[in-house]
């Protein structure tokens, strides 16, 4: 079971995405957060430290004319939360909308977020979160 600080620290970090405050995320991350990025991106590294998962986050949300993800249940799985989250988007110069159900993986450290992957799709999050 997801403690009810951890799920308000992962709420608050919705918050601050629909918000596009990137800031107020990175003040709910640990100084050495690092962001999971799948295998197959084998130019990117992965981003570590709020320097670089900032200017992440900031790229990331950049991307999108509309970014709202909004999270509907927080399930502990071993030392990972999934996040499984409604999420209603639209990319920059685009006119369709997505919405979708996605998950998102967090490891949540001393009330800081340690590690984040974003927009896991559902059927693999609880499988992925398992075995990291």
Same mark, same amino acid.
């Given at each position: 079971?997801?403690?009810?600080?951890?799920?308000?620290?992962?709420?608050?970090?919705?918050?601050? +995405?629909?918000?596009?405050? @990137? &800031? /107020?995320?990175?003040?709910?991350?640990?100084?050495? =957060?690092?962001? $999971? +990025?799948?295998?197959?991106? @084998? &130019? /990117?590294?992965?981003?570590?430290?709020?320097?670089? =998962?900032?200017? $992440? +986050?900031?790229?990331?949300?950049? &991307?999108?004319?509309?970014?709202?993800?909004?999270?509907?249940?927080?399930?502990?799985?071993?030392?990972?939360?999934?996040?499984?989250?409604?999420?209603?988007?639209?990319?920059?110069?685009?006119?369709?909308?997505?919405?979708e159900d996605v998950?998102?993986?967090?490891?949540?450290?001393?009330?800081?977020?340690?590690?984040?992957?974003?927009?896991?799709?559902?059927?693999?999050?609880?499988?992925?979160?398992?075995?990291?």
């Amino acid at each position: 079971m997801v403690s009810d600080h951890d799920a308000a620290i992962l709420r608050r970090f919705y918050e601050a +995405l629909n918000d596009e405050d @990137v &800031s /107020a995320a990175m003040d709910l991350c640990a100084s050495q =957060v690092e962001v $999971y +990025l799948p295998p197959d991106v @084998v &130019s /990117a590294v992965a981003p570590r430290g709020h320097r670089d =998962v900032s200017a $992440y +986050l900031r790229e990331f949300m950049d &991307s999108w004319h509309m970014y709202r993800p909004q999270p509907e249940d927080f399930v502990k799985t071993g030392d990972r939360v999934v996040a499984l989250v409604h999420l209603r988007a639209r990319g920059k110069g685009s006119r369709f909308e997505i919405e979708e159900d996605v998950a998102d993986v967090f490891k949540v450290d001393e009330g800081k977020i340690s590690q984040l992957r974003l927009y896991v799709h559902r059927e693999h999050a609880l499988p992925q979160a398992s075995s990291n």
